[in-house]
């Protein structure tokens, strides 16, 4: 059940979160920035979490920033995470040291035949946790809505929610103008002060949040179990090929290159074992999109938009919150026309800022409306008459010079019947999109009049 909806006072820390993605290769360390205020004395401080680790343990209340030497090897320090304890790497007067086994990591090595294993200690540890921080009961935690930091969102939502305390969430562009010129790395202090000034411009994160949020995790791990399992049968595709011209006794006049595929992949435990994940993902992926009130209250009456373009459409627009405008959410999926006329697609000197994948499935959804074109549906209907329109606004098919992507000139005909098509495909599109926008708004609004989501 959700929890109540009325807006809840903050009667404890507030503290600001400006999570980015950790460090990538070949760039600099990017740690989550938290400021941590405590109304009693109106002191702010200030920490860095580095890792994805750190997140974690700051959710549990155990996330250390000072250490003490350990004085007496014979201590036990178990009680302590492990991944919490310093070690260094053991020199050889180490091995003179009667030390406890918990500050001592050791390598293995199997002993030949009926030799007993090799015991070699590598690292002895010298430094343990001394004080942490932490959320704590009646925490109001402040974060920006969408992007990176969902999942760390959805988890202190889900521990505040029994602590007293809550998340509260402000969209990006709102964000945007309270910070105006200032640094993207003061957005901790930033955050923790709108939360007091500027409160109704945050949403609290609530149950029907972290379900979205969920989705948005079914389907990524979706998509990524389906690449593997493409790449797997591109991999096994190369290799009966490759096996087959390679070969030394003859030339398999009498066999199918398809067939020898087709043997090796239902042969392969790989390709199984992929295709068994896949499975089990892509119905993960189905319960989680049925049971939004989203999918039930919007995409389910929409011909065409099944459990699956609904998951990749959400994951893309992760909430409608996000968006202050429908303009907004269809450049956002790349729906929209350009001022010239021409389709939004990857151009020399234009900026293609769209995101890909729910662009992808805007297309996927065109499709769709393209199917149910003679048929009497609301999107199927419109898509015919933009056809017939278009058409009656260009007659003649015309040559025109463009510049390609290679930066040269070329000629392009226009107003072909499939140009037509495309063109009343995407203006179609840019109104399902607008109408979407206006839809997912409405439910948002209606959620949050009702005393239980």
Same mark, same amino acid.
């Given at each position: 059940?959700?929890? !109540?909806?009325?807006?809840?006072? /903050?009667?404890?820390?507030?503290?600001?979160?400006?999570?980015?993605?950790?460090?990538?290769?070949?760039?600099?360390?990017?740690?989550? *920035?938290?400021?941590?205020?405590?109304?009693?004395?109106?002191?702010?401080? $200030?920490?860095?979490?580095?890792?994805?680790?750190d997140?974690?343990?700051?959710?549990? &209340?155990?996330?250390?920033? %000072?250490?003490?030497?350990?004085?007496?090897?014979?201590?036990?320090?178990?009680?302590?995470?492990?991944?919490?304890?310093?070690?260094? =790497?053991?020199?050889?007067?180490? /091995?003179?040291?009667?030390?406890?086994?918990?500050?001592?990591?050791?390598?293995?090595?199997?002993?030949?035949?009926?030799?007993?294993?090799?015991?070699?200690?590598?690292?002895v540890?010298?430094?343990?946790p001394?004080?942490?921080?932490?959320?704590?009961?009646?925490?109001?935690?402040?974060?920006?809505?969408? @992007?990176?930091?969902?999942?760390f969102?959805?988890?202190?939502?889900?521990?505040?929610?029994?602590?007293? @305390?809550?998340?509260?969430?402000?969209?990006p562009?709102?964000?945007?103008? $309270?910070?105006?010129e200032? +640094?993207?790395?003061?957005?901790?202090?930033?955050?923790?002060?709108?939360? !007091?000034? $500027?409160?109704?411009?945050?949403?609290?994160?609530?149950?029907?949040?972290?379900?979205?949020?969920?989705?948005?995790n079914?389907? *990524?791990?979706?998509?990524?179990?389906?690449?593997?399992?493409? #790449?797997?049968?591109q991999?096994? #595709?190369?290799?009966a090929?490759?096996?087959?011209?390679?070969?030394?006794? &003859?030339?398999?006049?009498?066999?199918? *290159?398809?067939?020898?595929?087709?043997?090796?992949?239902?042969?392969?435990?790989?390709?199984?074992?992929?295709?068994?994940?896949?499975?089990?993902?892509?119905?993960?992926?189905?319960?989680?999109?049925?049971?939004l009130?989203?999918?039930?209250?919007?995409?389910?009456?929409?011909p065409?938009?099944?459990?699956? /373009?609904?998951?990749?459409?959400?994951?893309?627009?992760?909430?409608?919150?996000?968006?202050?405008?429908? #303009?907004?959410?269809? %450049?956002?999926?790349?729906?929209?026309?350009?001022?010239?006329?021409?389709?939004?697609?990857?151009?020399?000197?234009?900026? +293609?800022?769209?995101?890909?994948?729910?662009?992808?499935?805007?297309?996927n959804?065109?499709?769709?409306?393209?199917r149910?074109?003679?048929?009497?549906?609301?999107?199927?209907?419109?898509?015919?008459?933009?056809? !017939?329109?278009?058409?009656?606004?260009?007659?003649d098919?015309?040559?025109?010079?463009?510049?390609?992507?290679?930066?040269?000139?070329?000629?392009?005909k226009?107003?072909?019947?499939?140009?037509?098509?495309?063109?009343a495909?995407?203006r179609?599109?840019?109104?399902?999109?607008? +109408? *979407?926008?206006?839809?997912?708004?409405?439910?948002?609004?209606?959620?949050?009049? =009702?005393?239980?989501g």
């Amino acid at each position: 059940m959700q929890e !109540i909806i009325a807006e809840k006072p /903050i009667t404890g820390r507030i503290i600001g979160i400006s999570h980015r993605i950790k460090q990538k290769k070949d760039q600099e360390p990017r740690p989550t *920035l938290i400021a941590i205020s405590n109304p009693t004395t109106d002191d702010v401080q $200030h920490f860095k979490l580095e890792t994805e680790q750190d997140e974690l343990d700051f959710l549990n &209340g155990i996330c250390p920033i %000072k250490w003490k030497p350990i004085t007496v090897p014979s201590d036990n320090i178990s009680a302590y995470p492990e991944h919490q304890v310093v070690f260094r =790497s053991a020199k050889d007067e180490d /091995i003179l040291v009667d030390r406890h086994s918990s500050q001592c990591h050791y390598e293995i090595k199997k002993g030949k035949k009926e030799a007993p294993d090799i015991r070699t200690l590598v690292e002895v540890a010298t430094d343990v946790p001394s004080e942490y921080i932490g959320v704590q009961r009646k925490d109001t935690v402040a974060m920006i809505l969408g @992007g990176s930091g969902d999942y760390f969102a959805h988890a202190l939502s889900r521990k505040l929610s029994e602590m007293d @305390g809550m998340v509260l969430r402000i969209p990006p562009f709102k964000l945007k103008e $309270h910070r105006g010129e200032a +640094s993207k790395d003061d957005d901790c202090d930033l955050l923790v002060k709108l939360a !007091i000034d $500027h409160r109704s411009d945050f949403y609290q994160a609530l149950t029907r949040d972290r379900s979205i949020i969920r989705l948005r995790n079914a389907y *990524l791990h979706r998509m990524n179990v389906m690449g593997q399992r493409i #790449a797997c049968e591109q991999r096994i #595709a190369q290799l009966a090929i490759g096996d087959i011209f390679c070969r030394d006794d &003859g030339y398999f006049p009498e066999g199918s *290159l398809l067939n020898e595929v087709l043997k090796l992949k239902a042969s392969s435990p790989v390709l199984l074992a992929l295709e068994q994940e896949e499975g089990l993902a892509l119905k993960n992926l189905e319960k989680a999109v049925q049971a939004l009130d989203i999918f039930q209250e919007v995409f389910a009456h929409i011909p065409g938009c099944g459990p699956r /373009i609904t998951a990749g459409l959400m994951s893309a627009i992760v909430d409608i919150r996000r968006f202050k405008t429908a #303009a907004k959410l269809v %450049k956002y999926l790349g729906a929209h026309v350009l001022p010239d006329g021409t389709f939004p697609r990857r151009r020399i000197g234009q900026t +293609s800022n769209w995101d890909p994948d729910g662009r992808q499935e805007v297309w996927n959804i065109g499709g769709q409306f393209l199917r149910q074109i003679n048929s009497d549906t609301k999107w199927g209907n419109y898509l015919k008459k933009m056809k !017939i329109a278009l058409r009656a606004k260009h007659p003649d098919i015309v040559e025109v010079v463009v510049i390609n992507k290679d930066g040269k000139k070329a000629k392009v005909k226009r107003y072909t019947n499939g140009h037509i098509q495309k063109m009343a495909t995407w203006r179609t599109l840019t109104r399902f999109t607008e +109408s *979407l926008w206006t839809e997912l708004w409405k439910l948002e609004k209606s959620a949050k009049a =009702s005393p239980q989501g």
